[in-house]
């Protein structure tokens, strides 16, 4: 049933999340430490969520740091991490994948909700904005 109601709002839920997407790489567009991640040629992007590399030391001390301070991302909230990291995969071949877990390690995706207004967005904005600049 909820599935089905979110389907019928489908349309207007992904303008939504482009608009948030857009004001939060807007607003964090000065920022070095931050490379957005753009389509690549013949790649058609949704915008749903804002997706950036991190180009510091310990970024994924950084994402949980950004979880904490109150902006819910990929790494930090949810612990993302490469398969080769995760106990039932750890003993399979190959190898493991050093750049997956470079990938997912350097990656800031910010996750944003229907419930997320304009303020709370350029509140996460400061945020990322304050953290990164203080970053050592």
């Not at 430490?33 to 950084?62: C, I, K, M, Q, Y």
């Not at 902006?71 to 190898?95: C, K």
């Not at 877990?101 to 945020?127: C, G, N, P, Y």
């Amino acid at each position: 049933m909820l599935a089905r109601w979110n389907l019928a709002r489908f349309r207007d839920l992904l303008s939504l999340r482009q608009a948030q997407t857009a004001a939060l790489m807007s607003a964090l567009s000065g920022i070095a430490a931050l490379r957005w991640r753009s389509p690549r040629d013949r790649e058609d992007w949704n915008g749903f969520s804002p997706v950036a590399r991190l180009t510091l030391a310990r970024p994924r001390e950084l994402c949980r740091r950004l979880a904490e301070a109150g902006v819910p991302n990929s790494v930090g909230s949810f612990g993302l991490t490469a398969n080769d990291q995760r106990g039932v995969f750890a003993n399979l071949p190959p190898a493991p994948c050093r750049r997956a877990r470079h990938f997912v390690d350097t990656t800031l995706a910010i996750v944003v909700s229907e419930h997320d207004d304009e303020q709370r967005v350029a509140a996460m904005a400061d945020i990322v904005a304050r953290e990164i600049t203080g970053w050592r």
